[in-house]
């Protein structure tokens, strides 16, 4: 017989043919360890009455867990016992019996290429016996009881008997008929059905892992798992570190079997640094072709993913500017891609200029506008950045803000998504127009993209786009926290009007009587 006891604050363990040791104290030479935490203000361990578990039953971890649930309803019991006592009691944590249970078998650690089979892993399940009739009306008063893993069938056949039904029940809640619930006994008793729980041993298989179990088990303990990615269309798009990469196809198989529609993946071998914001990448499993169909937002893109920029964490911020357009809206999309910015709001009735300088996005630009069918209210470029702003972008200002632009109601919007170059661009504007201003409100308001690594990245971002503008911006601009990128270095958007001394030749800073409007704030380096 084994015999735990927790009394006076003393948790004692013996072992014994017959009756314990002399009020309950372990047995000459063990020493028993408490581990506790206070309970409110007092440090003290309460009692909690003795507990009993057959010597058969000692060496079961179902037995050992029907114990822990017992003692756990005491406050302050944190860990039972001394390991040496009992070699066969499991951790108590429940990461630690999850990754314990439902983790591929530790034989696959450091794995290169994917062998299914080696997954396969027999576990111990507590089950209820039930008549087959009564199953379905019974599983609506065990859902908390009853197993809930994904890819694992819930009610089985039962191999000893065609009548009946085996439910899965949920082996970290339920460990006797002492495990169910007053509510849940009640029901059993209606339907006739016995509490008694018996045990079924599980094969699991390769199918029964998820993804990130999967790579958890294999790569090296303690390293980073893969299990986020960038889905475009049926590609996924990954960012390996170096210590993922001598697993490196097995990741990718495994993120195309865990992953239903996706039959490509990609690992991104250098930076998007080139002139045309596309990068290099390597295909680590299934198929090479990269032509592929997204949806963002209720609108339809097709590109060739390897030749073009395209990133689907940025939706939420294409959402963004198009809510601040209104239809009549003028806008310019300096480096456009494939359309995300100009065919939403090209759907919003704005007239919209699209430019980039990469060929293949201005095909596929062109190509997605006709997909849309906006292709008439977009009128799309091939330029580099510059040339854009000071060429169509410029005309197009001298009309819109001319002698008869006091009649005109709608805004002028400048987007310049180009995160690690955006902010250069912004000289352009120096001196664009010429003439006599108008009024400030007319005057376009720009949203200029930026990468910064700064402990106040909003700061940063204003002082560097001031300093290429030569102006303060800090007064007259807002910023906003688009995502982030990695540790340490933030997305961000700073949104301000352009001032007449700056987009007007012949104006000084302080010789012009038209002071710009606030723009409604968004972000600020205080939210940061």
Not at 109 to 134: H, S
Request: hydrophobic share 35%.
């Amino acid at each position: 017989m084994v015999a735990v006891r927790v009394h006076s604050g003393l948790l004692s363990a013996s072992r014994s043919l017959g009756a314990e040791t002399s009020r309950g104290h372990p047995p000459s030479g063990v020493e028993p360890r408490i581990l506790w935490r206070p309970f409110g203000f007092s440090r003290r361990l309460l009692k909690v009455e003795s507990c009993r578990i057959t010597e058969a039953e000692s060496l079961s971890p179902l037995a050992w867990a029907s114990l822990i649930q017992k003692l756990s309803r005491t406050p302050g019991i944190f860990l039972l016992a001394q390991r040496k006592i009992f070699s066969t009691m499991p951790e108590i944590e429940t990461n630690q019996r999850d990754s314990e249970l439902f983790s591929p078998p530790s034989d696959v650690r450091g794995m290169t290429e994917l062998d299914r089979t080696a997954f396969k892993k027999t576990i111990t399940i507590p089950v209820l016996k039930v008549r087959k009739e009564i199953v379905n009306k019974l599983m609506r008063s065990l859902k908390r009881a009853a197993l809930q893993r994904p890819g694992i069938k819930r009610v089985i056949e039962n191999p000893e008997d065609e009548e009946s039904r085996l439910i899965m029940l949920d082996p970290y809640k339920m460990f006797t008929d002492d495990s169910f619930e007053k509510g849940e006994l009640s029901i059993l008793k209606q339907l006739n059905v016995s509490p008694q729980i018996s045990k079924y041993n599980l094969e699991l298989t390769y199918e029964n892992f998820k993804s990130e179990e999967i790579l958890k088990a294999v790569l090296p303990e303690g390293q980073d798992v893969t299990s986020g990615f960038s889905r475009v269309g049926h590609i996924a798009h990954l960012n390996l570190r170096d210590h993922q990469l001598p697993y490196k196809h097995l990741i990718g198989q495994v993120m195309i079997d865990k992953n239903p529609g996706i039959t490509s993946v990609v690992n991104k071998i250098n930076n998007i640094d080139n002139t045309y914001r596309n990068f290099q990448m390597e295909v680590l499993s299934g198929e090479e072709n990269m032509m592929t169909k997204v949806r963002e937002n209720n609108y339809t893109y097709e590109f060739d993913f390897s030749k073009v920029y395209w990133n689907p964490r940025l939706s939420t911020e294409h959402s963004r500017i198009t809510e601040l357009l209104k239809p009549g809206d003028v806008l310019f999309d300096v480096f456009a891609g494939v359309g995300p910015f100009a065919i939403p709001a090209a759907k919003k009735n704005c007239t919209v200029f699209a430019n980039d300088l990469n060929p293949e996005s201005h095909k596929w630009l062109l190509h997605n506008c006709k997909l849309n069918k906006v292709d008439q209210k977009v009128k799309v470029f091939n330029l580099d950045g510059k040339d854009f702003l000071q060429g169509p972008v410029r005309e197009e200002l001298m009309q819109q803000l001319g002698p008869l632009s006091k009649e005109r109601k709608h805004s002028v919007h400048i987007v310049m998504n180009l995160p690690a170059k955006a902010i250069e661009f912004l000289s352009a504007f120096k001196s664009l127009l010429d003439g006599q201003p108008c009024g400030s409100e007319l005057f376009p308001i720009v949203h200029c993209y930026s990468f910064s690594k700064d402990a106040n990245p909003a700061k940063d971002v204003q002082q560097r786009a001031g300093t290429v503008l030569g102006i303060s911006l800090e007064a007259c601009s807002s910023v906003h926290l688009v995502r982030n990128v990695a540790p340490n270095k933030e997305m961000l958007c700073i949104t301000f009007r352009i001032p007449a001394a700056i987009l007007y030749k012949n104006q000084t800073l302080n010789g012009d009587n038209h002071e710009d409007p606030p723009i409604k704030r968004q972000r600020t380096d205080k939210d940061f």
